[in-house]
């Protein structure tokens, strides 16, 4: 972690400003525009997507189209909506959310008050935390279903369930879908809640200290409600990247056509992102229903961009604010 | 704040069994070909019958028998006959045949780009050119341009029936592109002047379908109505419903009679396929 | 980041003396320890169940020979119970529940498959042994050896020579197209553009990381293959370069966060020093900062390898899913993640095919396991250099 002001030469070297001009020659005026251009770039292919996906879908969006379901019928322009989608992503990563805080929280918390940072223990966790967040989305499809489905859900309907019935949990569900979800989102609400651990002045706790509390009420009096900002980025964060993946839930819960909303934690869902995958490349006629498609990406963007945008800006302040006590 | 958690589960947990045990849904799962009319077919149905729930889900015929082996599926919706090794898997599960419903006709149209002016090929001709053997359009009367072949994931019917009944059960070029669905097979042919790909004569938007001659000596026929019905148009096929036997009672068997209705083939033609001939109808459910 | 964590736990070690802790907080503590361990078990329980469904296929246990021995079905009552439960492929409970006609319909199942399979030469061959998994072979009806991924088909062709090599294809599009735009991109933001404008560049691009890959499958496939095929001329719609570029999008926030984070935390006075000897600040940048950075450029490069090769919905949707062999990156081509997510909802539990699909998933799991601990080692070793000399 540099600080800003030794990234600003220019500011705490005012004289080599003249310098600069004197000795500026070919090859770094050309380097600089190129890696200028290459930012410029990043820049406008941001701009080009996000623009091309608002000015084609926004014709699209209506109240009706957010507020009535595909029980109409998915591909027709006039009629098709998009709130059972809407409901069933929102709904699989709320119970997401359910899982992933405390466990993330509480292993934050122990990696930072607790741990030993140098024990065999800690390197291993945070080798493992590491690699999860490396996992691709896809192997966690397939851990959903090798695991959760047919391993803990089979284990269920062995357990409950009458031999040769139909099986309940052994089967895609909402319920698995979000535990592989939370799987996936483990590592960035870990890293996010640490992070913002990390901030807290090591002062308050020692104040804490001394003032007769032990560890665990300070930890959970002092320590955890100043970290709660950090913890909300990391649940962000997690919701907007849950919120848009499709490969793990292509084989642990999503479906094409329900006509009712999921209402076990066993019935499979409809979901934003697969709806958006079925339209591109399954709708009977893709030029006539791109309105809607366009539309469904519109809306999944406002869901979970939105929500990626708010944690980077939220992170962004919290280093800030961490530079700042250091 | 871990007690309100706990109890949250716990509630979700009670709410999950209970009403996983009072639903009285039907769900129906298998071919992509076959998904938007199983879709209608359930919303017209649901709209007469509040009381009967109907989740679809496609993937393709074999998503649906694997399902069906599985028991993740009352009824699975197939584009090609059950497999010798699909009947022996189910009664694995649970000890009996599959029933097989005849639900709807089928013409699988061959299609081209609206730019090709190539109109008709015999079914030999085809053969050759999804097998990978005839690499240019100059060899069937078209253009001297390389010719694109455009093909469905292996999950689907209409990808196994092709292959059975006009490759004769050859593979298809590796050099073939593979789409997940029969609109994306379409989407690209109507964008490639030099592509062919096969599917379902309900779509069709965008793209030109090919006259199919049987032989060099037969006409070259057009799929519709009058010619896939009647048996001229060389490619075309049944779609299916199985259903494990044992749940082929109750709402589900009225549901898979309504189908066969006259009520229910009149949806067929509104999506684009062709209703049973007379014969195979059921009676009731009108 | 640690230097802090070090200062947080020497605060705690200097105080924990004289503190007591009462029986019910040692308790939750054990409990925080054990719930903290979740992390190792879940990676544990990922490798375990993604590599249990895999193995017997790389045992050599399974089998996928379309044709074995038959036994005639007027035999039935003559075979050894053991020996026709192992024919049916029945398990003991399945078998002894079975009645005899259900038994008998098998038996006939099984020879009528037999006997449409006579005339295939294949048919008895195991196509999941290692040599025609991974070597050319020349299959009944093709003209020379070929290395073929067909595995719905009569025999089961299952060599996955095609899907790797378009998994690399892909890739290194990725790789070629994002790396040096956003290490240029990086060394821009963090040495040469103004501070003021620094504020806003990085969380900008880094917003890239907020579009869902779905989405960015859906805008390579309805609007970049239709832009670039006309701009390139080349003639399948759908291929590697697309899709690999619409990947490299994706790795894009990855490659150029680390990298600019690299650049960044390379000792101040480095520049300082630079611009004091009279340098411009590209000249500081180029020669000074980047090579102390490039330990931290080469963890960024290996992540983002191992973020595009697991990359799902982008390439199963603008790459055209061709199994091609060839070195062309103009061809469509199909993917270990892409053939994962077309094919294994269509498979049976337990059958050749779904335990397949399970091994090319943990063969992806080894290798972003490893690219992942190789970019671990690689940013641990920078931070220790760093920290010593800074």
Known sequence: MSSAAASTPSETLPASAGFETR????????????????????????????????????????????????DKDMFDVNKAGVLPMIVGTSLRVILMTLFVIPVGVITAIYLTEYANPVSLTTRIIRTAVNNLAGVPSIVFGLFGLGFFINFAGGTLDDLFRPRGAEPLWAKPGILWASLTLAVMTLPLVI?????????????????????????????????????????LTGGILAVGRAGGEVAPILFTGAAYYMAQYPRALTDQFMDLGYHTFILSTQSPNIDQTRPILYATVLVLLLLTFTLNVVAILLRARIRRRARASH | MKKLILSILAVMAAFGTFTAAQAGTITVKGSDTLVILAQKWAETYMGKNQNVKIQVTGGGSGV??????????????????????????????????????????????????????????????????????????????????????????NSSGTYEFFKENVLGGKDFTSRAQTMPGTAAVLQAVSK??????????????????????????????????????????????????????????????????????????????????????????????? | MSPSTEAVQESWSAIERGRRRRPVEYVVERGIFLVSLSAILMVFLIFLFVGRE??????????????????????????????????????????????????????????????????????????????????????????????????????????????????????????????????????????????????????????????PSVVLGF?????????????????????????????????????????????????????????????????????????????????????????????????????????????????????????IAAELAETVFGEHHYRMLFLLGALLFAATFLSNLLATRIMTGLKARMEGRA
Request: glycine fraction near 8%; charge should be positive; include cysteine.
């Open chain 3, 219 to 339: 805008f390579a496939l309805l609007v970049m293959a239709s832009f670039l095929q006309p701009l390139f001329g080349y003639e399948s719609r759908l291929n590697a370069f697309v899709a690999g570029l619409a990947l490299g999008i994706a790795i894009i926030p990855v490659v150029f966060s680390i990298s600019e984070d690299a650049l960044t935390s390379v000792p101040p006075a480095y520049k300082q020093a630079a611009l004091a000897l009279g340098s411009t600040p590209w000249q500081a940048a180029w020669k000074v900062i980047l090579p102390a950075a490039v330990p931290g450029v080469c963890a960024a490069v290996v992540l983002g390898f191992g973020r595009a090769i697991g990359e799902t919905m982008i390439v199963l949707m603008a790459s055209g899913n061709a199994s091609i062999v060839s070195a062309s990156l103009f061809d469509s081509t199909r993917t270990i993640t892409a053939t």
């Open chain 2, 64 to 153: 649906g028998f694997a399902a069906l082996q599985n028991k993740a599926t009352d009824l699975a919706d197939a584009s090609r006959k059950i497999k010798a090794e699909e009947v022996a898997e189910c009664i694995k599960a649970f000890g009996k045949r599959p029933t097989e419903y005849k639900v709807a006709l089928d013409g699988l149209a061959v299609y081209v780009s609206t730019d090709n002016p190539v109109k008709e090929l015999t079914i030999e001709q085809l053969a050759l050119i999804f097998t990978g053997k005839t690499k240019n359009w100059k060899a069937v009367g078209g253009p001297d341009a390389p010719i694109t072949v455009y093909s469905r994931e």
């Open chain 2, 192 to 286: 490639d002047k030099n592509g062919i790909g096969y599917g379902g004569s309900a779509y069709g938007a965008g793209a030109k379908a090919l006259a199919i001659k049987k032989d060099d000596s037969s006409p070259a026929i057009l799929p519709n109505e009058e010619t896939v019905v009647g048996g001229t148009y060389p490619i075309w096929r049944y779609l299916y419903v199985y259903v494990n036997p044992s749940l082929d009672k109750g709402d589900v068997a009225a549901y898979l009679t309504w189908i066969r209705s006259d009520a229910g083939q009149a949806i067929v033609k509104d999506i684009g396929y062709f209703p049973l001939p007379k014969a195979f109808r059921s009676n009731s459910g009108q």
């Open chain 3, 54 to 211: 895999g193995l017997p296929v790389l045992l050599g246990r399974q089998t996928s020979a379309a044709l074995a021995e038959v036994i005639p079905v007027a035999d039935m009552d003559k075979t050894p119970p053991a020996k026709l439960q192992r024919y049916l492929g029945l398990t003991g409970t399945q078998f002894q529940e079975m009645d005899r006609e259900t038994k008998l319909e098998l038996m006939t199942l099984k020879a009528e498959g037999a006997q449409t399979l006579g005339k295939e030469k294949d048919a008895r061959l195991n196509t999941l042994e290692w040599r025609y998994l991974l070597f050319p072979y020349q299959w009944t009806g093709y003209d020379r050896p070929e290395a073929i991924w067909q595995p719905v088909s009569t025999i089961h062709k299952y060599n996955i020579l095609p899907l790797l090599i378009g998994t690399l294809k892909a890739t290194l599009v990725a790789l070629l197209f994002s790396v040096p735009v956003s290490l240029a991109a990086a060394i821009y933001v963090s040495q040469l553009a103004h501070p003021s404008h620094k504020e806003w560049m990085k969380p900008a691009i880094e917003m890239l990381s907020g579009i």
């Open chain 1, 23 to 70: 000795r500026r020659d070919r090859a770094s005026m050309v380097g600089t525009a190129i890696t200028g251009g290459a930012t410029l770039l990043l820049l406008l292919l941001l701009g080009v997507i996000l623009g091309n996906i608002l000015v084609s879908g926004l014709p699209g969006l209506s109240i009706r189209f957010i507020i009535s379901g595909a």
């Open chain 1, 191 to 231: 890293v996010a809640t640490e992070e913002s651990l990390k901030a807290i002045p090591v002062g308050l706790r020692e104040a804490s200290l001394a003032l007769g509390a032990t560890k665990l009420e300070t930890v959970r009096k002092i320590v955890l409600p100043q970290a709660l900002p950090g913890i």
